[in-house]
């Protein structure tokens, strides 16, 4: 399958392409700064172009089969974060000129400013306000996609990302903002970000989660 990658010099792009290539996929990552990207292979095509412009980006989705995005942006105490909503307007314009309908793109647990209530006293009263203006911009990045209905998005939401490779485990899924356990409780941690990789490419043989967001955690 070809796969237009935006965010591959990120710790989760990295793991994407490196699968990716492994499983026989053709991938062009589109990057600001090629030089980030040290990974070299025949079916790998790196291209420098303007995440925040669809001029610049529908040129390289041209013919893709997939556009699948880890792109981060950082916290921001003093300003709102806007590079999720503002990348994602240019990638959804850049697909439509393109003529590709099929996006996977990642966010988090707790998109929803109410989600965490249920979550332990340190996430609910430490973790998430310090990254609430992510989690803000997020979400309102996932509402831009549901008003896109010439879109088949699909949104995967990881808890917490460790730095480590993909492993054999299941995937426990659940169409909301977290993995609820019997209870209703979260369950489950942080998970790899090899193991977030993973589970995206496995969406490109499935329809199970079109026009859905899936909370995901491992067993």
């Not at 090629?34 to 529908?58: E, M, R």
């Not at 556009?67 to 105490?77: E, H, I, K």
């Not at 490419?201 to 491992?218: D, E, M, P, R």
């Amino acid at each position: 399958m070809k796969i237009a990658l935006l965010g591959a010099t990120g710790q989760t792009g990295q793991y994407l392409v490196q699968q990716a290539l492994e499983q026989g996929h053709a991938v062009t990552a589109i990057v600001r700064n090629p030089a980030k990207l040290t990974v070299h292979h025949d079916n790998l095509k790196v291209v420098k172009a303007d995440i925040f412009g669809a001029g610049s980006l529908k040129a390289h989705l041209q013919g893709q089969d997939v556009v699948m995005s880890c792109l981060g942006f950082p916290a921001s105490f003093w300003w709102g974060v806007t590079g999720y909503t503002v990348s994602m307007a240019a990638v959804v314009g850049a697909m439509r000129e393109a003529r590709v309908s099929r996006l996977i793109t990642m966010t988090s647990w707790y998109t929803e400013p109410n989600s965490g209530a249920q979550s332990s006293y340190l996430i609910r009263f430490l973790l998430l306000p310090m990254i609430r203006s992510v989690l803000n911009n997020m979400y309102e990045m996932e509402h831009f996609l549901q008003k896109a209905e010439d879109i088949n998005w699909t949104v995967v939401r990881p808890p917490g990302l460790r730095n480590l490779p993909a492993t054999a485990q299941e995937f426990l899924t659940h169409e909301g903002y977290f993995v609820p356990d019997g209870s209703g409780q979260p369950a489950g941690g942080a998970v790899g970000r090899g193991d977030v990789a993973r589970f995206m490419l496995s969406l490109l043989n499935s329809n199970a989660w079109v026009k859905k967001g899936v909370a995901i955690t491992t067993k």
